[in-house]
């Protein structure tokens, strides 16, 4: 029998499209560029105006010295030198240092706390239980502390009356002695639902199949929620600590709107922002207030950095 020949291949019914010439992509690319620079400009022109140009301005600041005799003049960082000498701003930092120790583990077990008990929960009281956790977060921060500052009075607030329903005698919450504990409560009360929050989206990230594994090895809730659950969200756990650091470090608002009810429990010089504060409008020392804030900026710089570095296996960089 005679090889028949080999019919040629058959052309592919949907044939490569031509590629485009490399100055048409880049041409396309250029107009994309041009497209995204317009979205993004409206968000860059406010930032800029009320943002960057401020605290370019501020920092221009702090390097001048303002005197009636002398005048302005450019001191470069006198003012930083002066700032980390200055026994009251180190007074203020060593506070918020205090601050800090007591107020981040207490918001991190409370919000820890609330978002393993949710995590366990399946019925709508779960729901329900998460908004009402995070709604102090939602109050205006301003509000919460003039509602607490009604409710730490001794005068026409109700503490006297819950104390003396079991025959005890109310003390006074916004007192030199007791103002530091007062302030703890409040800043926890409104910052331990958002922290929460966070926990929570993380531990719903985890998979069931986990869990049941530690099971089936014997392990019982309490294991799993120290052992497993935990150690997974490590890492959610290191942001939620920093957003807590540089919160407490630049603490402010609380102690300023407290002020006016507490007796001379809360100088003006209380946190380091509430000094620059003073300085700036009730002194007009704009420089040298200036150099505070930064200084404190520095402070903040340096402390979220460190922490990243030695807790950096835990958030997961290298």
Known sequence: MALTEAAPAPASAHPRPARRPRTQIDRMDRKRQ????????????????FLVAPLAYAFWMSLQTSTLATGTSFTWFANYGKAFTDPIFLEGLGRVAS????MIPAQMIVALVAALVLDNLSTALSKFS??????????PVVIG????????????????????????TAPDFLSQGTIFA???????????????????????????????????????????????KVPMISSSMVMV???????????????????AVAQGAIPVSYTPNMYAYSLAFSYSQFNY????????????????YL????????????
Not at 130 to 139: E, G, Q
Not at 243 to 259: K, S
């Open 34 to 49: 041009r497209w995204g620079w317009l979205f993004v400009a409206p968000f860059a022109i406010v930032f800029v105006t």
């Open 99 to 102: 601050f800090a120790l007591i």
């Open 130 to 139: 998460r908004l009402m956790i995070f709604v102090p977060y939602a109050i």
């Open 145 to 168: 502390a003039l509602m607490w500052g009604f409710l730490y009075s001794p005068r026409f607030g109700p503490a006297t009356d819950i104390f003396g329903l079991v025959g005890l």
């Open 182 to 228: 007062s302030l703890v409560n409040i800043v926890t009360w409104q910052w331990a639902g958002y922290y929460m929050i966070i926990i929570y989206a993380a531990l719903r990230g985890i998979d069931p199949a986990i869990y049941e594994a530690a099971r089936l090895d014997g392990a019982n809730g309490r294991q799993i929620a120290l052992r497993v």
């Open 241 to 259: 600590l920093i957003f807590a650091l540089i919160g407490t470090l630049q603490f402010f608002t609380e102690p300023q709107v407290l002020r």
């Open 289 to 304: 207030a200036s150099a505070i804030s930064f200084a404190l900026g520095i402070v903040v710089f340096a402390g979220s």
């Open 307 to 318: 922490f990243l570095f030695l807790t950096r296996k835990q958030s997961g960089l290298k």
